[in-house]
C-alpha cells in the first residue's frame, strides 16, 4: 500500500509543480547564467548544481578554475565577484556580495548596508561549505578550511578556518 502511495505522488499537482521548479531553476540559475557570465576563463570547471543568482555579467571567474557541486554565487546589481586563475572552490560553498535584507517595496537597496564586492586571489583554496560574506577580499594563496565563516579580509599564503574564520598558519 505504501508504494502505490508513492506511485500516486508522480500523478500529484503538487510534484510536478515542484518538478516544474527545479528544472526553470536549473535552466536561469545555471545553464542561462552560465552563458551570461561577466568572464570565465579557459578550462574552468563549473559543476551543474552550481547556482548563479540574478547577476550573473557580475561575476568573473579566471583560468583553470573549479566551482564545485552545489556551490551559490551571488552578486547584487552594484557589486561584483572575481575570482583568480587556479583558485578551487569545494562543494556547497556560499559566496555573496547581497545582504539579503532587502524588501519587496525597496529590492534594489539593502537595509542593513552591508553590501560589498568579493576578490578572490589566485591559487586559493576555499573548503567544502564555507560562507564568504560580502566585502572580502582573499589573498592569492590562501585556503579557507571546511565550514569556515569569511567575515573579514584573508592576507595572502595563509590558512584561516572557523566560525568566524581565524588565523591557523603561514603557508610557505
Not at 503538487?14 to 535552466?27: P, V
Not at 545555471?30 to 579557459?42: E, Q
Not at 534594489?108 to 560580502?134: F, M, Y
Request: glycine share 12%; charged share 15%; with cysteine.
Amino acid at each position: 500500500m505504501k508504494k502505490f502511495k508513492k506511485l500516486l505522488l508522480l500523478f500529484s499537482i503538487g510534484f510536478w509543480k515542484q518538478f516544474y521548479i527545479l528544472i526553470a531553476s536549473f535552466l536561469t540559475g545555471n545553464i542561462w547564467a552560465k552563458s551570461n557570465l561577466g568572464g570565465c576563463g579557459s578550462n574552468t570547471d563549473i559543476a551543474p548544481t552550481v547556482r548563479f543568482g540574478n547577476y550573473p555579467n557580475n561575476i568573473f571567474i579566471g583560468n583553470n578554475c573549479s566551482l564545485g557541486y552545489g556551490n551559490h554565487v551571488y552578486t547584487g546589481p552594484k557589486s561584483k565577484i572575481v575570482i583568480g586563475d587556479a583558485t578551487l572552490i569545494g562543494p556547497f560553498a556560499f559566496i555573496t556580495t547581497e545582504a539579503f535584507s532587502a524588501s519587496k517595496d525597496n529590492p534594489i537597496d539593502a537595509h542593513s548596508g552591508h553590501e560589498g564586492d568579493i576578490i578572490i586571489g589566485k591559487n586559493v583554496r576555499i573548503g567544502a561549505h564555507s560562507v564568504l560574506l560580502p566585502g572580502v577580499k582573499i589573498g592569492d594563496g590562501a585556503s579557507i578550511g571546511a565550514g569556515s565563516v569569511v567575515t573579514k579580509d584573508i592576507p595572502s599564503k595563509t590558512v584561516y578556518a572557523g566560525n568566524p574564520a581565524r588565523f591557523v598558519k603561514n603557508l610557505l
